[in-house]
């Protein structure tokens, strides 16, 4: 009979945030155990062979959120960790043939945009300038646990001071930041600029891991969301983690190990243990049962408390809550291998080139987007889906054999409830091939290039990456699952209703996108309680 473990924590999921929370407790001289379903670590940041000599960042696929703070305090970058910043931010093939580049640096992007526009070019730095007045506010609150309804005077006092913050700030600001989190991306947009192209370009961030219309109300929020990385030299720039996202996580579980953590991969957690009203370990499928004296878990709540917990040992209106969490991204992911670069009609040409290293966004217009939604919404899946493609071996040659490639296909809009009797198991592929044929209208020699595509459709992320809904964001950053309300009021500050039990994932504030900050933020308050 195998002895039972005990540990001081037991950590569901070696998702990045999991990891991250086990390396601060760890380096605390916490006891700490990780356990994952998955056989490798990482969740939804991994890399990994999807056909014989090419590999890729599987689900996540680009670096910007990624918090400094976390990189600095677990040394992510001594063990191993090398991040380089794409050369070309963004590049949006237009309706008219033409095309539209995003750079980082500022000049180059106003000359950009005064082809198009020059009244769009007058406008630009009004917008990024705003942009950033609003991230840095926001950024401001990214490693806060958020003030607690109920929370007594700790709660009061976080209340006080976050209310203060905000109060502080100029009136215009305070008007801005009410636009940002209640409008749509389109009417935000529509302030500064009128190009079709220019407003797609930055509408995009507004429906990343989104099922929504870019002119739906708290896109906007959306589009500041992915606003708010500071890993890069240039605020809000986009990357790319040297070996793929999967780099990021084995940085993380290296440096967790290294502090004396112990992880666990192949090891599926059947139940969460509670003994008199007090989360005390984990069952595991095989019969395992590690106790601890405390349970955080990196899993989408839904996920935690629809499957996990015994219903009758969670509070009913809470539980009700979780099981109408909102959890609809309309992701589609595929990674495929490529014996050549894409050759595009507006910029021609095979052979590498600045635009290829960028993300390349397939929606010349939100009109596309919006018309990509409706489409959805009416039968499931867009058949002109919105498509990001990302070719990461482009900057990195590691991941595929010399003169090939590998490329992301980041695609919207796919529902995970298809209507009717209709299934994603019998719908992955049709909708594949029309995503490929997306890619095709742009760069003609696409579909011919494809070696191997690997498919994940929303109810391949739900099964295979524990993504509820094929959620990426473990649940929609709609205003009501945001900041005090993330995932419900009453329960922000990462103490779930189970006493002893945490969530330390993206489900927690700030949300999703791979960041660090839920797991830094859970490992603060969990160290708060045990010391």
């Not at 890729?56 to 677990?74: E, F, G, Q, R, W």
């Not at 931010?89 to 750079?103: E, I, Q, W």
């Not at 192209?197 to 929504?212: C, E, P, R």
């Not at 605020?235 to 040297?242: F, L, R, T, V």
Request: with cysteine; charged share 20%.
């Amino acid at each position: 009979m195998t002895a039972v473990q005990s540990f001081d924590v037991v950590i569901i999921g070696a998702g990045h945030n999991g990891l991250v929370t086990a390396g601060y407790l760890a380096k605390k001289g916490l006891a700490v155990k990780v356990v994952e379903r998955r056989g490798v670590v990482g969740g939804a940041a991994v890399t990994e062979e999807f056909h014989p000599g090419f590999r890729n960042s599987v689900c996540a696929y680009t670096v910007s959120l990624l918090n400094p703070k976390v990189v600095a305090d677990l040394d992510l970058y001594a063990h191993g960790l090398k991040i380089v910043e794409r050369p070309v931010s963004n590049f949006l093939p237009t309706n008219d043939a033409g095309y539209l580049h995003a750079f980082p640096d500022p000049d180059q992007m106003r000359a950009e945009v005064a082809r198009h526009s020059t009244h769009d070019a007058d406008q630009l730095a009004d917008y990024e300038q705003t942009i950033e007045r609003l991230a840095n506010v926001l950024k401001s609150f990214v490693l806060e646990t958020p003030p607690n309804s109920g929370g007594g005077l700790t709660g009061i006092w976080k209340a006080i001071k976050s209310g203060k913050r905000l109060y502080d700030l100029s009136i215009e600001d305070q008007r801005d930041l009410a636009d940002i989190m209640t409008m749509s991306a389109v009417d935000f947009l529509d302030r500064w600029f009128e190009n079709d192209a220019v407003k797609a370009l930055f509408a995009f961030d507004g429906i990343v891991g989104t099922l929504a219309s870019p002119y739906q109300a708290g896109t906007a929020y959306v589009l500041l969301h992915h606003c708010f990385g500071e890993i890069m030299k240039n605020p809000g720039a986009w990357g790319h983690a040297i070996g793929g996202m999967g780099a990021i996580t084995q940085a993380m579980a290296r440096s967790a190990q290294a502090a004396g953590a112990d992880i666990e991969v192949d090891a599926p957690v059947a139940e969460v243990l509670v003994s008199n009203g007090k989360a005390s370990g984990v069952r595991l499928e095989d019969g395992r049962e590690i106790q601890a004296r405390v349970v955080a878990a990196n899993v989408n709540p839904k996920l935690l408390f629809g499957r996990l917990l015994n219903q009758r040992q969670v509070p009913q209106d809470f539980y009700k809550r979780m099981m109408n969490w909102r959890c609809a991204s309309g992701t589609f992911r595929m990674n495929v291998a490529l014996r050549e670069l894409p050759d595009f009609s507006c910029l021609p040409g095979t052979t590498l080139a600045p635009h290829h290293t960028a993300g390349i966004i397939l929606a010349p217009d939100v009109g596309y987007m919006e018309n990509a939604y409706i489409e959805a919404r009416q039968s499931g899946w867009s058949k002109n889906p919105v498509v990001e493609m990302l070719i990461p071996s482009t900057i990195d040659p590691t991941l595929a054999p010399e003169g090939c490639h590998v490329a992301s296909l980041f695609c919207q809009h796919f529902d995970f409830d298809l209507p009717g009797e209709r299934n994603w198991d019998d719908e992955r592929e049709a909708a594949a091939d029309c995503v490929i044929e997306v890619v095709n209208r742009f760069a003609p020699n696409f579909s011919d290039s494809v070696i191997a595509r690997q498919i994940l459709s929303p109810l391949d992320l739900e099964r295979e990456f524990g993504l509820i809904g094929g959620d990426i964001f473990h649940g929609t950053l709609d205003l009501n699952q945001l900041f005090s309300l993330r995932p419900i009021l009453g329960y922000a500050d990462y103490r779930m209703p189970v006493k002893g039990l945490y969530l330390c994932g993206s489900g927690a504030h700030p949300g999703g996108g791979v960041t660090g900050a839920p797991g830094h933020n859970a490992a603060r308050e969990i160290l708060r309680d045990l010391k």
